[in-house]
């Protein structure tokens, strides 16, 4: 899986952390092809986005939109609010980047078919996504038994 990532607003994050945990992400849901594009922006790109395709006229947290070539594997685009990830981060008592990674491993999961309309579904997606958050903070070559 090829995770391109685009940091279109102000903060310095570690991107290829971010890559890494939506790359576990999709590997642990059995995928291993395709390619996602991951955009860092701020409130107001956010907020025109969700205005713009879902009528909404407020920041959110991410957005996912999936590719219309499947030949190609493009799975589609995750865009993530790093201001309002900050918020959440708070919330979460998490780093900024460990929220902003957790959001883009939510992104890829919504690409691959996954949902979060239900409870029980959402509260699948949060498992997929600690996880995948997890084991990426253990140290290389650790694995739990």
Known sequence: ???DLIN??????DGRF???VARRAALDAGTRAGTVSVA???????VELNRAHRRRNRPTDVLAYEGDDQK??????VVISVETAARQALEADRSVLHEVAWLAAHG???LLGYDDVT????AAMIERQDRALAACLR?????DR
């Open 139 to 143: 140290p290389r070559g650790r694995r």
């Open 8 to 13: 279109l607003q102000a903060t310095d994050l």
């Open 18 to 20: 971010v890559q890494r």
């Open 72 to 77: 190609a594997r493009y799975l589609g685009d």
């Open 108 to 110: 890829v999961l919504h």
């Open 40 to 46: 860092l922006v701020d409130d107001a790109h956010i």
């Open 119 to 122: 409870a029980a579904d959402r």
């Open 1 to 3: 899986m090829k995770i």
